[in-house]
């Protein structure tokens, strides 16, 4: 090995240079741009109105979908065709239907409501946000698929009296 150290430089082409000065050159100018994307400086507080709350209808439609709208909020599963189906064959859509004829009834805890509900299960699965009231529809509604998806799974999977 020489005493003296010679220190050799790599040539490279002059499109390799090309290259890596094109490369770094967008790479400069990307980096405000990523910076700007990714700041984790404290976000700017704007002035807005509060949403205003979804209008539902008052009718089996509106109820299914707001019922639907509280059973994300608490994570229940279920669908609107599901809920229809079951709605249908449950009470015709009648929110003040009553059952006085079934062994429930005989026992004194008649099924009530869209979904056929007896008042023990309805308090049970009651769903916070909804009245407590077996009569209200959006509250039958959800109590009833609250007692569906902790049985069942899912009112989806309700094919028959339940």
Request: hydrophobic share 40%; net charge neutral.
């Amino acid at each position: 090995m020489p005493a003296t150290g010679a220190y050799r430089r790599h040539t490279s082409s002059s499109l390799t240079r090309r290259l890596v000065a094109v490369g770094t050159g967008a790479a400069a100018l990307m980096l405000p741009l990523i910076g700007a994307h990714t700041a984790s400086a404290a976000p700017t507080r704007t002035v807005a109105a509060a949403a205003p709350a979804a209008a539902y209808t008052n009718d089996l439609d509106g109820w299914i979908k707001e019922s639907l709208a509280v059973m994300a909020e608490h994570g229940i599963p279920g669908s609107y065709a599901g809920i229809h189906r079951n709605v249908m064959r449950e009470s015709s859509g009648n929110p003040r239907a009553i059952n006085n004829w079934d062994s429930n009834a005989a026992a004194g805890t008649p099924s009530k409501g869209l979904l056929q509900i007896i008042d023990p299960t309805f308090r049970a699965y009651h769903v916070p946000g909804t009245p407590m009231d077996s009569y209200d529809p959006v509250a039958n509604i959800t109590a009833a698929c609250n007692y569906a998806a902790d049985k069942y799974g899912s009112i989806d999977n309700v094919n028959s009296a339940y």
